[in-house]
């Protein structure tokens, strides 16, 4: 009889939860007894036998003495008193698993369920089937997953060094399972909802996108961090980036003026090159080489090298915006021997994209920073592992990092999430719509909107004009007869295009000569679905 008990024992310890939770919920149903009680008892003293090997709470979590003792019992959770700030606490206090009653094992499995992107229906599915949680609902789901990413997106982001590269994407506004549509871009104006591809109105410098704003060093660490609606400034990413930054041999970017000036600022040597600059290039007679004819090969190299010699000398392509002007010789050394460029942030970019677009079908601004930085700690995780995380061993792992790291997310914060991101002023608003309208009539192009690149942070006519190449300005001059002196004055010359009648016109025209596209991939992707439309009913 006794060995049939130890063998009944050692059975039941080999059970996986979910094993032992059916059979356990079959006794009581045949027997006509209510074990739910029984089993969240359980499953609170298991996983308090687990924060405490994990010596999680071991010290005060307000105040953080060591001088803390256990102070009862309550629903069968140990409770402690701090002897310095008589803080009461309990092992789950400050943790996600704070006023749970699920097991470690199940929590294990809706981790690795998140990480594998599961959609709620599929995640519903495995929870009623394997661990017997019949009837849990979509709702309760979404807030527990959510907690998770939020842990995930509060852990500390790295810090980055060696050649650090630079640059925004930028995901279209989003007020997914609202209610209430609310616009960000001015009293006047309605949020409608939207529905296939509905283009903006004014691009991604105003309230319509949220900018993401992302730094990689050649390790492959990356910082994502949601900046904002609408265009980035100076003061912000200092704020948000600083700190993770340390003393990069060079920064490289696009050409926003924001990064040029905070490597000014901080003196660190930086790499510009424009989005224009493959279209600068071709302009200009710029070729690919041949490879099937090796002469011909050579002889177009010596005239690309020619080319580009030229335009750098005019400021018009890629360059270092720091110590003064250097050879081109000399730069091309330094730009080939730090391999400098954007490859590394413009893949990133792409693995947003798809990841907000594709894995999370869309997501509320409201929650884009939880999902960005939840992004960002898969990406370092992955770095860090040499691969990624899916597993349940790579699972659990991660689930006992946020533990320690105890970050706290309640359900009712979640439900009272609001959008708090840093929005563009009212009067920069105003601005934005009023040169908006006024470029897309000077270039009878209905589908212009600015971008980061158009030096349109604050819409300064004499900044603009002092910031941008002097080649373009001779250009400028030529163009719209601005008399200047032979001997170049940059500063007078400017001056005098600021009195002219048609100040506001020669920036549109500067600003639209140096646009990489004419229209966005927005309008294209929103009139290739009218033309779609217009041939199902022609």
């Not at 024992?9 to 919920?25: A, G, R, T």
């Not at 969240?40 to 999680?56: A, F, P």
């Not at 660190?268 to 224009?276: A, D, G």
């Amino acid at each position: 009889m006794k060995s049939k008990l130890a063998d009944l024992q050692n059975h039941i310890n080999s059970l996986p939860y979910s094993e032992f939770k059916d059979m356990v919920i079959r006794y009581g149903y045949n027997h006509q007894i209510n074990v739910q009680d029984d089993i969240d008892v359980l499953n609170s003293l298991d996983l308090q036998k687990r924060l405490e090997k994990l010596k999680i709470n071991t010290k005060c979590p307000k105040c953080g003495s060591e001088h803390v003792v256990k102070n009862g019992n309550r629903n069968h959770i140990q409770r402690f008193k701090c002897k310095k700030c008589e803080n009461q606490f309990t092992l789950f206090t400050n943790t996600i698993m704070e006023k749970t009653k699920w097991h470690w094992s199940v929590w294990v499995k809706v981790m690795e369920m998140t990480l594998n992107n599961y959609s709620l229906t599929g995640m519903k599915s495995v929870l009623e089937k394997d661990y017997g949680y019949v009837g849990i609902n979509h709702k309760t789901l979404f807030l527990w997953r959510h907690k998770i990413i939020h842990a995930m997106a509060s852990m500390p982001q790295p810090v980055l060094s060696g050649i650090v590269q630079v640059d925004e994407t930028f995901i279209r506004e989003a007020q997914k399972g609202s209610r209430k549509l609310e616009s960000y871009i001015g009293k006047d104006e309605q949020r409608e909802p939207r529905y296939g591809y509905n283009p903006s109105k004014y691009g991604v410098m105003g309230a319509e996108f949220a900018t993401v704003t992302t730094a990689v060093d050649n390790t492959g660490h990356c910082v994502c961090k949601v900046t904002g609606l609408g265009r980035l400034t100076p003061d912000v990413f200092t704020d948000m980036f600083e700190n993770h930054l340390n003393a990069p041999a060079y920064i490289c970017s696009d050409g926003n003026s924001v990064y040029r000036d905070y490597c000014k600022v901080q003196n660190i040597p930086h790499y510009e090159r424009p989005s224009n600059f493959m279209k600068i290039l071709a302009e200009h007679g710029y070729v690919s080489q041949s490879r099937s004819d090796e002469a011909i090969a050579i002889k177009q190299h010596q005239s690309n090298e020619a080319i580009q010699l030229k335009l750098y000398d005019k400021g018009l392509i890629d360059r270092l915006t720091f110590n003064g002007f250097l050879p081109y010789a000399e730069f091309k050394e330094i730009k080939k021997k730090n391999k400098l460029n954007l490859s590394r942030v413009n893949q990133l970019h792409g693995e947003i994209k798809g990841f907000i677009y594709g894995n999370m079908t869309n997501v509320s601004t409201k929650y884009l920073e939880d999902y960005i930085g939840y992004f960002t700690f898969i990406k370092n995780w992955s770095v860090d592992n040499g691969r990624y995380p899916h597993s349940k061993r790579d699972a659990e792992k991660i689930l006992v990092e946020i533990l320690k790291y105890q970050g706290r997310y309640t359900v009712t914060e979640l439900k009272a999430k609001v959008l708090t991101l840093p929005k563009p002023s009212s009067r920069y608003m105003t601005l934005l719509k009023t040169y908006t309208k006024k470029a897309q009539e000077l270039t009878k192009n209905k589908y212009f909107k600015f971008d980061e690149e158009d030096r349109v942070i604050s819409f300064d006519k004499r900044t603009y004009l002092l910031d941008i190449p002097e080649t373009r300005i001779k250009e400028a001059c030529k163009e719209f007869g601005v008399k200047h002196k032979r001997k170049w004055v940059r500063w007078a010359v400017v001056s005098e295009m600021l009195k002219h009648p048609k100040a506001t016109e020669i920036i549109i025209y500067l600003i639209n000569q140096d646009k990489v596209m004419k229209m966005y991939k927005e309008d294209i992707d929103y009139l290739n679905q009218q033309r779609y439309k217009d041939s199902l009913t022609g």
